[in-house]
């Protein structure tokens, strides 16, 4: 059964700080996912990284995938309060497949 | 793009009764949808797999009879909860799946049951 941990559930940042969130997933995976959720609000998407040491970047979020480490990482730069939400990350099998969400991250970022 | 719309974005209704969630693949065609649920301050949790013009595969520990899928157009798939009660009231996302952009999963905006 695959399995998807993220770390830390909550992160309470300090803006222009730097800050990453782990994604550990138990069994070999086709594609990561990262997706941010605001409240009251529905999936939007991040980033999809398909490779061993695909890294993608998007302003102040960057993600990166180890599959040997089985490890996804999404890094913060200079954290500023409208990154303020929750952020998952997800798994899947094989391409078409269901996927395999983390608990998610919660993040505020206070001035 | 890919846009997926869901309807409604919030319902209330009274324990007892049916509700019916609809997903709409509006610019391309979705033969895979999945339905999801999410309770407040918690992860998606997969409820199903839908397949257009086959049955919906459900996860285990979700009920079948209770929560009807039917995914009868290339477009659209919808999600019925029968006799509601109050601890089905959670956030339900619908996905579809976009062949021709890598089998990525594009997602609804949610509908917000609440069953009183």
């Known amino acids: 059964e695959l399995k998807v941990e993220q770390n830390p559930l909550f992160l309470s940042m300090q803006e222009g700080k730097n800050y990453t969130i782990y994604c550990n997933y138990s069994t070999t995976s086709d594609r990561l996912y990262w997706y941010r959720q605001d409240p009251g609000k529905s999936l939007e998407s991040l980033f999809v990284l398909l490779s061993n040491g695909a890294v993608k970047q998007e302003g102040r979020l960057m993600a990166s995938l180890d599959t040997k480490a089985r490890l996804s990482t999404l890094h913060i730069t200079a954290a500023v309060h409208d990154l303020s939400a929750t952020y998952f990350c997800?798994?899947?099998?094989?391409?078409?497949?269901?996927?395999?969400f983390g608990g998610g991250t919660r993040v505020l970022v206070k001035p | 793009g890919a846009v997926v719309s869901q309807h409604p974005s919030r319902v209330i209704c009274k324990s007892g009764t049916s509700v019916k969630i609809e997903c709409r693949s509006l610019d391309f065609q979705a033969t895979t949808m999945f339905w999801y649920r999410q309770f407040p301050k918690q992860s998606l949790m997969l409820m199903a797999t839908s397949n257009e013009g086959s049955k919906a595969t459900y996860e285990q520990g979700v009920e079948k009879d209770k929560f009807l899928i039917n995914h009868a157009s290339l477009t659209l798939s919808t999600l019925t909860v029968t006799s509601a009660h109050p601890e089905d009231s959670s956030f339900y996302i619908c996905s579809a799946l976009r062949a021709n952009l890598g089998n990525e999963q594009f997602f609804g905006p949610g509908t917000r049951l609440t069953v009183l």
């Open positions: 997800a798994v899947d099998k094989a391409a078409g497949n269901k996927l395999t």
